[in-house]
């Protein structure tokens, strides 16, 4: 299927895709913020720049698009049926680049949770996901990945 938009408009389209202050993101920070827990946002001194850095827990959230960090088993992530070797090798350096980011942060001491963008869809999944980060970060459970 050839692509029906030109390249500045499909320049256009990509540039509009958001790194930071995400819906799902904002979302979530907000809340976390009123079950209580105060947090930094985008931990620049941090590997990976986590969404969500909680110092007082030793505890990081990435807030993971579903499409662009592979989400397993979640209908968004679909693979583009154009320039399909570019998209598997642009993904597979993101699931790594995830990977090694998890690691170095759980060796240096962090928690590090991640939040999918499926999970968090509609306030009541932002509420519940919320509280089940809340519980995880209080009750001291090692680094959560679903």
Not at 56 to 66: L, M, Q
Not at 90 to 116: P, Q
Request: charged share 30%; net charge positive.
């Amino acid at each position: 299927m050839v692509d029906t938009l030109t390249p500045a408009q499909r320049s256009e389209r990509m540039s509009r895709i958001r790194s930071a202050n995400t819906k799902p993101e904002v979302a979530l920070r907000k809340a976390l913020h009123r079950l209580g827990f105060r947090f930094r946002l985008h931990g620049r001194r941090l590997p990976g720049k986590p969404d969500i850095v909680l110092p007082k827990y030793r505890t990081v959230i990435f807030v993971h698009g579903c499409f662009w960090h592979r989400h397993e088993g979640c209908k968004i992530a679909t693979t583009p049926k154009t320039n399909t070797e570019f998209w598997v090798e642009k993904f597979n350096r993101n699931t790594l680049r995830d990977a090694a980011t998890a690691e170095e942060l759980k060796r240096s001491g962090w928690r590090v949770i991640i939040a999918w963008e499926c999970d968090l869809g509609s306030a009541e999944k932002v509420a519940a996901r919320s509280i089940e980060i809340a519980e995880e970060i209080c009750s001291g459970e090692q680094s959560h990945t679903s």
